[in-house]
């Protein structure tokens, strides 16, 4: 059963724009995700070995965002909100609950622009609102003359393996359903790209699978790709380290070592192997003729 919380502030301003996202605020209608995705970064955290178990929902969220808002716009303090950083905005109870959709209704209200990252097709059902936003926002000064889109939509994912994503991204739509609700949001008019991140090390990171990753990506309307490493944090049982390693166990152990010898006792990858990816997907992207940055 979901809970319900109150909270006394639920937009989150960052200290300095992210320069993958180029967002300023983060915003997440929820704690907690149905998705249930192994390597989630959050995993370790309070939200447990089984995110959907603690699922909570912010009821006077809506209330408390519409004097957020208000406040940063009468502070000229606008900037593009990301939602949702720490969980996907369309897990499945947004379908019921509809948080997403009233956080959306209320960025139109005040003209913020929006950065949606998601795994889901349920966006889909809220095109018409972000076709408003698109034309209706008014960003940051700085960005003002450079940036001319009120809406962009980010689709994630770690793989197009359909049986990988089954087994590390068991609560999420199948990456053919992004693949095609990517298509639809394209087809719409807006911004469209893809988050591969993670890329999973010796799964998705070859030049054959990042190729094929972003032939596809732009066959379905992104404009661009960005593709970035694995994280793996902790050792405890409800870690995103251990639950991957099971994985692993289970699908792959033969790179067991590999990984190991990967990531040391550090959380990222080695630098160099960061650096080589960066370096790869840069060329292939040059290849097929698609952005592998935002703008």
């Known amino acids: 059963m979901i809970r319900e919380i109150t909270v006394k502030s639920v937009l989150n301003k960052k200290k300095q724009r992210d320069s993958w ?28 070995e089984n995110m959907a178990e603690t699922l909570a929902v912010k009821i006077n969220a809506c209330e408390v965002l519409d004097r957020q808002l208000a406040f940063r716009v009468k502070k000229d303090q606008r900037g593009i909100i990301a939602l949702a950083s720490a969980t996907d905005p369309y897990i499945r109870i947004e379908e019921k609950l509809r948080m997403t959709e009233g956080f959306l209704k209320l960025i139109l209200k005040h003209r913020f622009p929006v950065l949606m990252i998601t795994k889901s097709d349920m966006i889909v059902r809220d095109l ?13 000064a700085d960005l003002r003359d450079t940036f001319h889109r009120g809406t962009i939509v980010s689709f994630s994912f770690s793989t197009l393996d359909e049986s990988i994503a089954a087994t590390l991204e068991p609560g999420a739509p199948s990456p053919q359903k992004r693949l095609e609700a990517m298509q639809r949001c394209r087809e719409a008019g807006l911004m469209t790209g893809v988050n591969c991140i993670p890329t999973l090390p010796f799964l998705s990171d070859s030049d054959e699978v990042l190729e094929h990753m972003i032939v596809s990506a732009k066959a379905h309307g992104a404009e661009y790709i960005l593709i970035g490493g694995l994280t793996l944090f902790g050792d405890g049982p409800a870690d995103s380290k251990t639950l991957y390693y ?49 703008v």
């Open 128 to 140: 018409a609102l972000l076709k408003e936003i698109d034309t209706a926002a008014i960003h940051a």
């Open 246 to 294: 099971k994985f692993l166990q289970r699908y792959s152990p033969a790179h067991i070592a590999d990984y190991k010898r990967l990531y040391r006792i550090f959380h990222a990858p080695s630098p160099d192997y960061l650096h080589n990816l960066q370096t790869r997907a840069a060329q292939l992207c040059l290849k097929h003729g698609i952005r592998n940055q935002l």
């Open 21 to 48: 996202f180029l967002d300023d605020y983060t915003l997440n209608p929820y704690e907690g995700c149905s998705f249930n995705c192994q390597y989630c970064y959050v995993r370790g955290s309070k939200y447990g």
